[in-house]
DNA sequence: TAATATAGACCAACCAGTCGGTTTGTTATT
DNA sequence: AATAACAAACCGACTGGTTGGTCTATATTA
């Protein structure tokens, strides 16, 4: 196998093993050994990679952002009229809860290291705003293409934000069960429903 | 000093120290010795009062548990209609940010302990579904009395829980800002308008 | 040979919890 | 009131174990 294949193989390979230790267990409890154990790597391997434990966490951090941006770029291509586009985003709430499993966990744990470790509060807290934005930009557009009537777009756009937070946080708390997908669902639909009021 | 008095004292020091370290450093890198520190206390005095650094933890969320059902008594021994208990409570909120400080610090330490540890995860989804239940009741009060129109009163309830619990969360990353208490309060004065239309 | 990648023994720091012993307060006995 | 007997509160050195990280040696690739 060529070197840097393998490298890159062994990079990924951490790092997959890092993610579900932090997701399953927190970064506090996880030690570096048990990351090499389920890595199948030394202690010299991993230091090869990573400078240190917490470098591993950012650069899972990183990449996790970089898919939300991703995620972003993708809705804001949509050229489909804004309520039909919050039907959709709404409909996709359940594959999300699917395809992402138990990784929605290092959330949670981000949001903890936040309090003490600054760097992680500043990715958390410039991601948060750019939610904010997005969401007001999406109302907005809906007032200014005439499909939705808003009073003021930043609050509503925050009333939004919050409860699409506050029920990822309980699918995290609930151990993400099958039922709380489809209640989420089904909460965001009637939410984007009555929250947003259509134009008559 | 009387012994028991003494007892009691001191017991009240390690249980402050505790959680001011717990809501500020968080639990696993909170040390017991710290704490002993921080409270002026031997570890002996620690060990004498509690069996575990888990059971100082445990103590902690009950007591939290218990100022939060004493709130609840509360607001359910309000004989107010249901939209001015509402405003009312909608008002008190930037005072509850104020007196609790950074206490509500330590609901993000029980969220992420919720994930490792069963008696965590059991009392937290508990409170929810008790919170759940609150405010499905107010809202059914609310159009027995003939105040609100609501239509399923269980999705709203869970629309305004998660908002508020969103919040919450956006407000300990915050740090707890002045700034977020009055934004918070604005936010939530204007769901309760919004979401739950009142009859006209 | 030179550079990169991996191995695993090793280390100093730290941590939760223990334990033998001391101080302080309470109760019973004289 | 003085003393003895007891128990609860407290002390801090110590232990067994773990942790993040280092270092030297070996293996693989270029």
Same mark, same amino acid.
């Given at each position: %196998? ?14 997959? +093993?890092? /993610? ?9 409890? &996880? ?7 389920? $890595? ?12 240190? @434990?917490?470098?591993?966490? +950012?650069?899972?951090?990183? $990449?996790?952002? +970089? ?7 993708? +809705? @804001? ?7 039909? *586009?919050?039907?959709? %985003? ?21 949001? $903890?290291?936040?309090? &003490?470790?600054?760097?992680? *509060?500043?990715? &958390? ?19 200014? /293409?005439?499909?939705? !009537?808003?009073?003021?777009? /930043?609050? *509503? ?27 989420? @669902? ?5 939410? %984007? ?5 259509? !134009?008559?």
């Amino acid at each position: %196998m060529k070197q840097e294949e393998r490298s890159q193989e062994t990079r990924s390979r951490i790092l997959q +093993a890092a /993610e579900r230790s932090f997701a399953e267990r927190g970064y506090d409890i &996880t030690s570096v050994d048990s990351i090499c154990r389920a $890595a199948e790597i030394s202690k010299g391997g991993f230091y090869h990679h990573f400078p240190s @434990k917490g470098a591993v966490f +950012a650069a899972l951090l990183d $990449a996790w952002l +970089a898919r939300l941006d991703a995620g972003f770029l993708r +809705a @804001k291509e949509g050229h489909a009229r804004v309520p039909d *586009q919050i039907a959709a %985003m709404a409909a996709s709430i359940d594959s999300i809860y699917d395809l992402a499993g138990s990784s929605w966990n290092i959330l949670l744990e981000v949001w $903890a290291k936040a309090r &003490t470790d600054p760097a992680a *509060q500043a990715s &958390t807290l410039t991601t948060l705003r750019r939610y904010q934005r997005f969401f007001a930009e999406l109302l907005q557009r809906g007032v200014d /293409e005439g499909s939705l !009537t808003v009073d003021d777009v /930043e609050l *509503q756009a925050r009333v939004l934000l919050s409860a699409v937070l506050g029920l990822l946080l309980q699918g995290i708390l609930e151990g993400g069960s099958a039922d709380w997908g489809r209640e989420t @669902k089904r909460t965001v639909s009637f939410m %984007m429903d009555g929250v947003v009021r259509r !134009t008559r």
